[in-house]
């Protein structure tokens, strides 16, 4: 193997490495921000049964 192939072979697998970490952290993104507003979407309707109880003055 001549080292201008095993150069191209190199860039080659950084590309393909790129190209699997990207769209992995773009899903990982995309859950992370799915589970933050999954939370505060728990957070919202636990304030909400919080004031519909008996615990009302913790609304204000």
Same mark, same amino acid.
């Given at each position: 193997?001549? %080292? =201008? ?10 590309l393909? +490495?790129?190209?699997? &970490?990207? %769209? =992995? ?11 933050? +507003?999954?939370?505060? &979407?728990?957070? =919202? ?16």
């Open positions: 193997m001549s %080292p =201008g192939t095993r150069k191209r072979i190199h860039a080659y697998d950084w393909l +490495l790129l190209f699997f &970490i990207l %769209p =992995g952290l773009v899903v990982l993104a995309a859950f992370e921000s799915a589970f933050t +507003l999954i939370v505060e &979407i728990a957070k =919202g309707v636990g304030w909400a049964f919080k004031c519909l109880g008996a615990h009302r003055d913790e609304c204000r």
